[in-house]
């Protein structure tokens, strides 16, 4: 820096225009380091910190003593917390000299097991629970290794691995249970039926007949119904029935179709008695004519209908 300059008591010359501006602090900095024999900043480690306030600059010899950070402890077998000045400016040892707390070791909870991410307890790690089949978990299902004053513990109590049972269904209206009890462990199952009708007509159980205990109170489906599910005899005209021949069509009756020469099937050949008393899909049709589908064939963008009969099918472009 070239400039009239100011003589400070300590014999360095400095600018006047850095004198006049207030910049000293940080020129003292550059030229002590450049010019004398003296460390900078101490060095910043993880696990520990500067004992006391830093000073500007240090020189060879020096030592500077460090303290274990919240959450970490002295190594073992110890290794020095402090740092000196070199005579080539630098620190030594660059060491972390602290090593994280460890959480006290958490047992397998009854009837479940604990793991631990990383495999360690040290502090800032988790603690992950699971609980066996058949059994569902109370409290947090994970813990973190936390500070708590100068130690570390778990942030919570470790879960409880409970048996999942589950109360019994409801009851059905004009059905029964046929293994009722009061509760039921994990995977046990209810069977239902449903009761002899007095009228003409029976009932139908819809929905599942039988229910498995998968949750705690929870089971694998709704609890099913028993009522009189009858669908209306299906009559297609210019067609007949195949299979599927009964008086009365109950609750998933299934028959099947065809239709006379000279008549195509419009919709599904095959039908079902559902829930509601109808049939499921649709009773079909059968039409008069021939049945026309048209196919694009693209390798030479040309259009052929396929007309078919009963007896014979012939392609016309």
Same mark, same amino acid.
């Given at each position: 820096?070239?400039?009239?300059?100011?003589?400070?008591?300590?014999?360095?010359?400095?600018?006047?225009?850095?004198?006049?501006?207030?910049?000293? =602090?940080?020129?003292?900095? =550059?030229l002590?380091?450049?010019?004398?024999?003296?460390?900078g900043?101490?060095?910043?480690?993880?696990?520990?910190?500067?004992?006391?306030?830093?000073?500007?600059?240090?020189?060879?010899? +020096?030592?500077?003593?460090?303290?274990?950070?919240?959450?970490?402890?002295?190594?073992?077998?110890?290794?020095?917390?402090?740092?000196?000045?070199?005579?080539?400016?630098?620190?030594?040892?660059?060491?972390?000299?602290?090593?994280?707390?460890?959480?006290?070791?958490?047992?397998?909870?009854?009837?479940?097991?604990v793991?631990?991410?990383?495999?360690?307890?040290?502090?800032?790690?988790?603690?992950?629970?699971?609980?066996?089949?058949?059994?569902?978990?109370?409290?947090?299902?994970?813990?973190?290794?936390?500070?708590?004053?100068?130690?570390?513990?778990?942030?919570?109590?470790?879960?409880?691995?409970?048996?999942?049972?589950?109360?019994?269904?409801?009851?059905?209206?004009?059905?029964?249970?046929?293994?009722?009890?009061?509760?039921?462990?994990?995977?046990?199952?209810?069977?239902?039926?449903?009761?002899?009708?007095?009228?003409?007509?029976?009932?139908?159980?819809?929905?599942?007949?039988?229910?498995?205990?998968?949750?705690?109170?929870?089971?694998?489906?709704?609890s099913p119904?028993?009522?009189? =599910?009858?669908?209306?005899?299906?009559?297609?005209?210019?067609?007949?029935?195949?299979?599927?021949?009964?008086?009365?069509?109950?609750?998933?009756?299934?028959?099947?179709? +065809?239709c006379?020469?000279?008549?195509?099937?419009?919709?599904?050949?095959?039908?079902?008695?559902?829930?509601?008393?109808?049939?499921?899909?649709?009773?079909?049709?059968?039409?008069?004519?021939?049945?026309?589908?048209?196919?694009?064939?693209?390798?030479y963008?040309?259009?052929i209908?396929?007309?078919?009969?009963?007896?014979?099918?012939?392609?016309?472009?």
């Amino acid at each position: 820096v070239r400039g009239p300059c100011t003589t400070m008591k300590s014999g360095l010359r400095l600018p006047q225009s850095l004198a006049d501006e207030g910049d000293k =602090v940080l020129y003292f900095h =550059v030229l002590i380091l450049s010019y004398l024999d003296a460390c900078g900043d101490p060095p910043r480690f993880e696990t520990m910190r500067l004992q006391g306030a830093p000073k500007p600059n240090y020189s060879p010899g +020096e030592t500077i003593h460090y303290e274990c950070r919240l959450g970490f402890q002295p190594m073992a077998p110890p290794l020095p917390p402090s740092a000196v000045c070199q005579d080539d400016n630098t620190w030594s040892p660059l060491q972390e000299a602290c090593t994280r707390k460890l959480c006290p070791n958490l047992g397998d909870p009854v009837n479940g097991q604990v793991n631990y991410v990383n495999g360690s307890t040290m502090f800032g790690s988790q603690a992950h629970y699971f609980c066996n089949e058949g059994f569902y978990m109370i409290g947090s299902r994970i813990l973190y290794c936390e500070i708590s004053g100068n130690n570390v513990i778990w942030g919570d109590n470790p879960p409880l691995c409970e048996r999942i049972l589950c109360a019994t269904p409801r009851n059905i209206t004009n059905g029964r249970i046929t293994n009722y009890k009061d509760e039921y462990e994990y995977n046990e199952i209810v069977t239902y039926s449903c009761n002899p009708s007095d009228g003409p007509d029976e009932y139908s159980l819809v929905g599942e007949s039988v229910l498995v205990c998968v949750d705690s109170d929870r089971w694998s489906s709704d609890s099913p119904q028993c009522k009189v =599910v009858k669908c209306e005899y299906p009559v297609v005209e210019h067609g007949k029935m195949v299979s599927g021949f009964r008086k009365k069509f109950y609750y998933k009756s299934q028959v099947a179709f +065809e239709c006379n020469q000279g008549f195509y099937l419009h919709g599904s050949n095959t039908i079902v008695c559902g829930a509601n008393s109808t049939w499921e899909p649709k009773i079909p049709m059968c039409t008069k004519g021939t049945n026309v589908h048209f196919f694009f064939l693209t390798s030479y963008w040309s259009i052929i209908a396929l007309q078919c009969c009963v007896s014979c099918c012939y392609i016309t472009k």
